[in-house]
């Protein structure tokens, strides 16, 4: 077993018997899911928005090369500057290149699990340049320590307490502030940063090919503070992010707003087009190998809106923290081991019961589930599982597709629990949870004795 799937067995096995957290993020999951069946609501054919959404993609992933040329040239007529970054390293060069060329002390930056992905805050750090999350839940992330738990909503897991406990800690509030005052006192912090940056760094919800802009979409306004107020804007985009059109975002933004947070519109809808201090990174980062995987290409139509995540019941169960990765949950599993690489990933897709509400509520009409059954064949393929695990599951195989095998070993099994010597050779699964005791009568033996009856 590798470093990362072990890391992910210990935090999942911690994560999964921890019952505050478990209410925490519940109370927070159901208040999400009321708030998206009333904007679902306001849909008059759901089902076909999100069709339509996927055909979109679907053109924009079959002409990539087009669309991104299309999206450059009128940048570059609109006055800004595009670069272009085949790895993570190679953006986050291009940000710290930047920031030096423009003598930039300090960075403030809207929320962007893109920048997560290519660690590009201790990238500016290590060059001495002081980096402030400016949305509210990455703030708080900032102050803990801590990456983000989700990739709407960085705080899902923590409650007011917490968060007043660490605002106490860091700034001496009282630990008995409401949210209100909370948000407040975040609100006069970060003021004072947006008007003595230097750089605003932004990701983009969606990049426009015609006419060339990049679309934000914030709840708190810090996202128009970033790109406005700082001398320099620098957005880093992922390539899978194109749309053709302008008018393509009428779509995708109540699409993505509803089954974000489930709000018709996300507060603030933001259009930024060129200028001469606009700079777009234009990120591949493994997208291209995706791509030209034609079976699980439409896997880059997400539009990161974390439904899939708030879906999951392993997501919610184990909890984000626990995969390791800047994308969690059902999303992270189907993309991470082509971005990250199979060595490394391949355990993740097995996080899944495969139940497929993930895919239910996907407003791009992705097929996560048979992506992340893809993902276990691939991983299969290319050697990745353990030994013992390929063992195990060639003697299942056998046992399966021998019915006397399957008998055989349902007896045993049987006569083993009853003997008592089951529960111990069973020991990992039962420390934590009932082995129910066997039936009496297999069910096969059942069978055969009421057909003759
Ligand atoms: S895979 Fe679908 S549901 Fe999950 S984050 Fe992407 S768009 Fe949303």
């Not at 090369?65 to 986050?92: C, K, M, P």
């Not at 107020?229 to 707003?257: M, N, Q, T, Y």
């Not at 063992?391 to 629990?417: D, E, H, N, T, V």
């Amino acid at each position: 077993m590798n470093a990362n799937a072990l890391q992910f067995r210990r935090a999942t096995d911690a994560k999964a018997f921890d019952l505050r957290h478990r209410a925490i993020v519940g109370k927070n999951t159901a208040t999400y899911h009321a708030a998206v069946a009333r904007g679902l609501a306001r849909f008059a054919d759901w089902e076909t928005a999100r069709r339509r959404a996927a055909a979109i993609k679907w053109e924009v992933m079959n002409h990539l090369d087009r669309y991104l040329e299309e999206f450059e040239r009128n940048v570059i007529a609109r006055g800004g500057h595009v670069h272009w970054a085949e790895t993570g390293a190679e953006a986050s060069e291009l940000v710290v290149s930047l920031a030096r060329q423009h003598g930039v002390r300090k960075v403030v930056k809207a929320k962007s699990m893109v920048t997560e992905e290519i660690h590009l805050n201790p990238a500016l750090e290590s060059a001495g340049v002081t980096v402030l999350e400016t949305d509210l839940g990455e703030y708080i992330c900032q102050l803990r320590g801590e990456p983000p738990y989700h990739i709407v909503t960085p705080v899902m897991h923590l409650n007011r307490e917490q968060i007043a406990r660490t605002f106490n800690e860091k700034f001496g509030t009282p630990l008995d502030a409401t949210a209100e005052q909370l948000a407040g006192i975040a609100r006069e912090k970060l003021r004072r940063e947006f008007l003595s940056a230097d750089m605003g760094i932004s990701g983009a919800n969606f990049a426009v090919a015609n006419p060339g802009m990049i679309g934000l979409c914030t709840n708190e306004g810090n996202g128009r503070l970033t790109t406005a107020l700082p001398r320099l804007h620098v957005a880093i985009v992922g390539i899978e992010k194109l749309v053709p059109r302008l008018e393509d975002l009428a779509l995708f933004w109540p699409l993505l707003a509803t089954r974000g947070t489930g709000q018709f519109l996300t507060v603030y809808n933001t259009l930024i087009g060129g200028s001469e201090n606009f700079h777009v990174i234009l990120l591949d980062n493994g997208r291209t190998k995706l791509l030209a995987d034609v079976e699980q290409r439409d896997a880059l139509h997400c539009i990161r809106c974390g439904a899939c995540l708030n879906a999951c019941p392993v997501y919610r169960t184990v909890g984000g923290h626990s995969y390791g990765t800047t994308y969690q949950g059902p999303l992270g599993s189907m993309i991470t081991p082509h971005l990250r690489g199979w060595e490394d990933w391949s355990h993740l897709p097995y996080a899944s019961s495969l139940c497929g509400k993930c895919a239910d509520v996907c407003p791009a009409h992705i097929p996560i589930h048979h992506h992340l059954l893809h993902n276990r064949r691939n991983s299969v393929q290319r050697h990745c599982d353990a030994p013992l695990q390929r063992f195990a599951f060639r003697i299942w195989r056998w046992a399966m597709q021998s019915p006397g095998c399957y008998a055989l070993g349902g007896k045993l099994a049987r006569l083993g629990m009853w003997l008592g010597i089951a529960k111990p050779l069973a020991r990992l699964w039962t420390e934590r949870r009932d082995l129910p005791d066997p039936p009496r009568q297999a069910f096969r033996d059942w069978w055969r004795s009421n057909e003759r009856a």
